[in-house]
């Protein structure tokens, strides 16, 4: 079995910031690329931002400058910064993962969803 749990979530003004977390537990062999994904109501799921194994990255343009993903290995986590906070980043974040497991082979996982809420 393999989880991923985000946290980090919250209410924070425009212009503030957060840290994100996604932390996959279970049985992990390797982590390749991740991910983080956003929904705002009414809305389909975008991507955010994306880290590879190797830490390559990309990022949406609508938070390109603001946002910085980055993973630490050691603790199978990845993470996402995210500064200059404005109302339109106000959605569900999810983050994925693709993992590899013993006996089991790689596959594509998801977490929960953390709210994130940019008001005044």
């Known amino acids: 079995q393999v989880q991923l749990v985000e946290s980090g979530g919250g209410l924070v003004q425009p212009g503030g910031s957060l840290r994100l977390s996604c932390a996959a537990s279970?049985?992990?062999?390797?982590?390749?690329?991740m991910g983080w994904y956003r929904q705002a109501p009414g809305k389909q799921r975008e991507l955010v931002a994306g880290?590879?194994?190797?830490?390559?990255?990309n990022y949406a343009d609508s938070v390109k400058g603001r946002f910085s993903i980055s993973r630490d290995n050691a603790k199978n986590t990845m993470y996402l910064q995210m500064n200059s906070l404005k109302p339109e980043d106000t959605a569900v974040y999810s983050c994925?993962?693709?993992?590899?497991?013993?006996?089991?082979?790689?596959?594509?996982?998801w977490g929960q969803g953390t709210q994130v809420t940019v008001s005044s």
């Open positions: 279970g049985n992990i062999r390797s982590i390749y690329a």
């Open positions: 880290i590879t194994s190797g830490r390559t990255t």
């Open positions: 994925n993962a693709r993992i590899e497991s013993d006996g089991v082979g790689a596959y594509l996982y």
